[in-house]
Structure formats: structure tokens, C-alpha cells
């Protein structure tokens, strides 16, 4: 039986099962070899996304946006200073109102919760475009990006360094382990994962016959290393932690001694962006030979694109 996917939320990885996952970015590997051959299609003509921002952002509303509008759709971007979500209106009422004019509805912001409670009221597929727990539609381009430089997932060996328990440390431990590929956490003791997630996490990686290790020891986790991985050592909401950060995490930055100890040449570098270089990671590093950042980023368009054309169609 095909994997079908209609009418589903995307509001964290842990929701899909691995094979869901392997169709997701069947999908968007197909969608990006039209795009790139210039075949276009108008499959989303008509319908409507509601894209709701509490955070800024630059690759998910213009991944959403065009991937939504390429394909002859309407979205329609809705910032704090537009709508009454949270603030005049409850979250449930601005979802029931919002799922009878939208096909769809994606959201970044804080809570995991009002994403959640997002789909809970509004009766159409809701995507999450980052939460303070989970960023799942990034960790799609970046399995992605990896498969188009490495090939199956499968066995390698995945290194995030920095802090370990944030939203995309969170994601990548959960996109590793549906796919079978070995990750490492890499991060100092106060900025280790959450227990709980862990042990999920790793309940679903001895299912698909991979590991999840966290350690703080470089020397431990960086030789053999096929891809590294790092994200700002502050995320946003956390910038008044940022200097006690740079203390925490400076053992960590991603520097040309980092990739040189993987004894890898085909190692490769990725970071969600923005970046802020000179902290988690050097100038020399973002913009060398190992890294595939922009291909990440353009990813993200594409991935996007595959969850709207499985959850809509």
C-alpha cells in the first residue's frame, strides 16, 4: 500500500513514521528536478495558505511562499501586528476562524503548544516553521541535502555541535533515528537533550538499527565524523544569554581543526542559518569547500514544497 499523507499536520517528525518520511523526500528530490528543468506545474491553483509569524524569518517564508505561490496558490502572510492570535482572540478561535478560509495553515513562533493547538481547532493540515521544541520542515532539507552529497543516510555518522537542547539538536536526534543514520550530540554538560526526548529518540533508532549518543568530549565525537553540524549558540528570545553561551559552548565552534580531526575529506559542514560567524563557526569553515549551507537552504524550499503536495493533494 502507498504511503498516503492527505489532510495530515506536520508539526514534528515524531509524528511519521520512517517510511512517511522516505516519501517526503522522494517527493521533494522529484519537485526540485522539475524546478530545475523548468517543469512547472499549478497543482495548489485556488487554494490558500495562512502563514503566521511571531518569529522574523528569511528561508521559511520565502521557502513557503514560493513553493505555495509557484504552484499557483495564494499565501497570505499574517505577522503579530496583523492578526489577534494570542492576544484579543484565543488561539482555538483564531484557528477555527482560520480553517474555514485556508486550505492550510503554517506557523512559527514559540510554543509548541499553540502550533499543536493549531491543528487541534483548525480542521486543515498545520505546519510547523519552527517552534522553541521542534524545526521538523528544516531537518527535511537538511536530510535531503545530505542524500544529494552522500547518498543513503544509512550507517553515516552525524555530528551536531553546540547546544544540545534546542530545537534543532531536538529535530536532527529525531530525523536521524527514523532514517537509521548515527548521531551524536556534542555539547556541554548543562546544554545536554532532554531526558525524555532522548529516550524516545532512541527507542526509534534501535527500530531502524542506528545509534544516539550524547557526549562533551570533542576527541570522543568528531573522528569519522560524515557530516557536522552546527546551529547559533543563542537562539532567538535567548539573546540576553548569549555571552554566558559563548563561555559554554566556545570549545565547540566549528573551526578548520574541527574538520581536519574528522580525518574525512568528503566530510560536510551544515548549519541552519543565519549564522553568526566567528562563534559556532569560522568564517574559513561556512564559506570552504566542506560546506553545503546554500544547497541547505535552497532545500528548504523544495522539502517544503513535497509536505504541502502530500498533505493537500
Partial sequence: MGVNLRGRSLLTLLDYEPEEVRYLLDVSHSVKAERMTGNRHQRFHGMTLAMLFEKRSTRTRCAFETAFGEEGGHP??????DIQLG??????????VLGRMFDAIMFRGFSQETVEMLADYSGVPVYNGLTDMFHPTQVLADLMTIEERLGDVRGL?????????NNMANSLMIGSALMGMNCTILAPEGLHPDEELLKTVRSIAEDSGCEVNVTSNREEAI????????DVWASMGEEDKLKDRIAQLEPYRVDDDMIA????PDVIFMHCLPAVKGNEVTFDVIEGPHSVVWDEAENRKHTIKAVMIATLL
Fill in 261 to 264: 580531526q574528522t580525518d574525512n
Fill in 76 to 81: 497570505v502572510f499574517l505577522s503579530n501586528a
Fill in 87 to 96: 492576544a484579543k482572540e484565543s488561539v482555538e478561535d483564531t484557528a477555527r
Fill in 223 to 230: 573522528p569519522g565524523a560524515d557530516v557536522i553540524y552546527t
Fill in 157 to 165: 555518522e552525524f555530528v551536531y555541535a553546540g547546544d544540545g537542547r
